[in-house]
């Protein structure tokens, strides 16, 4: 089965995966992952096996790129100075997300994907390779977590 | 913060920046026109498609059928576009009468190729008959199917299938209705003797 023109995955889905990448990797980076994202997509897009799942399909690569963001800020340390530049100019409901970056990994990816771009558990699952309760559960202890440094 | 909500983000600049960008195997614009809103559509081979968005059902069919037939890699990116839709403006606004484009004919079958040719040879102002065309073609005794395949002209205009008409000079048909055949041929001072 042929996939449906890649035009109609950018109409569909573009706003979602830029809200979930602003809130996985910050607005300062969310556009060149948004790039990154849909050309990644576009390169593998002829080659889809099944079409039946896009949208799941798309936020795996958007949270693979995103994990790759996180991995490269690790590799090279953010001096104090910055991160106080960086964060001024981030509105408030992106701030939101601030604490979120800096959960675990699993953690950070499943409260991005569920809240930032409304994805179901189900899907979550699928594209963190673990079962929909884990999914639920991370969110739950992220959340937990978030609690906890917010309200001391 | 007792509740997540989603980040603001609007894609435009976004999408934007993508759409002149990204590696696309077809890129397509939506051109307006004195007859219409036409649907453009190109490769790296040239243009593949001009169609007019008000038939076969709109825009998503016929994107549908060149990701089928082309390739799924279908983009929105309107720039690349901007020659044909200059020459098309140039066209209608009467200072052009040959259009210098590249031609990517995929979306037409073997025979309706050669038809194609054919028919792109006629020059702005004339007319031919279905049976000439058939005959210029290679397949003299054809016209019939030589009317089938500028039926279906993915690049009407700009292979000028309204230069085709019957043998009696009357107008049988058009793959944009014939009132739009009439106005190509009256905007290349064509009298034509109706439909």
Known sequence: ?152 | MTRLTPPTADPTAALARFAATAPADVSYAFVDSPVGTMIAAGTDRGLACLGYEDLHGGADPLLERIAAEISPRVLLAPAKLDRVRRELDEYFAGTRQDFDLELDLTLARPFARKILAATARIPFGSTSTYGEIAAEAGSPGAARAAGGALGSNPIPIVVPCHRVLARNGTLHGYTGGLHRKQQLLELEGVRTLGM
Not at chain 1, 54 to 63: D, E, Q, V
Not at chain 1, 100 to 108: A, G, H, I, T
Not at chain 1, 115 to 139: F, K, N, T
Request: charged residues 30%.
């Open chain 1, 1 to 152: 089965m042929t996939p449906p023109p890649f035009q109609r995955l950018l109409d569909a889905h573009a706003g979602d995966v830029l809200r979930f990448l602003v809130g996985a990797v910050g607005r300062e980076d969310a556009d060149d992952a948004f790039q990154e994202t849909f050309l990644s997509a576009l390169r593998a897009y002829p080659d889809l096996a099944h079409a039946d799942n896009l949208r799941a399909w798309l936020f795996t690569i958007a949270h693979r790129k995103a994990t790759d963001v996180h991995r490269a800020r690790a590799r090279r340390p953010v001096p104090v100075g910055d991160v106080e530049e960086r964060a001024a100019p981030e509105p408030p409901d992106a701030s939101d997300w601030d604490p979120v970056r800096e959960l675990p990994p699993r953690q950070r990816a499943v409260l991005t994907l569920r809240y930032a771009a409304d994805l179901p558990h189900r899907d979550i699952a699928a594209i963190l390779g673990c079962s929909e309760d884990a999914s639920r559960r991370a969110a739950a202890d992220g959340l937990k977590a978030l609690r906890k440094e917010l309200v001391p």
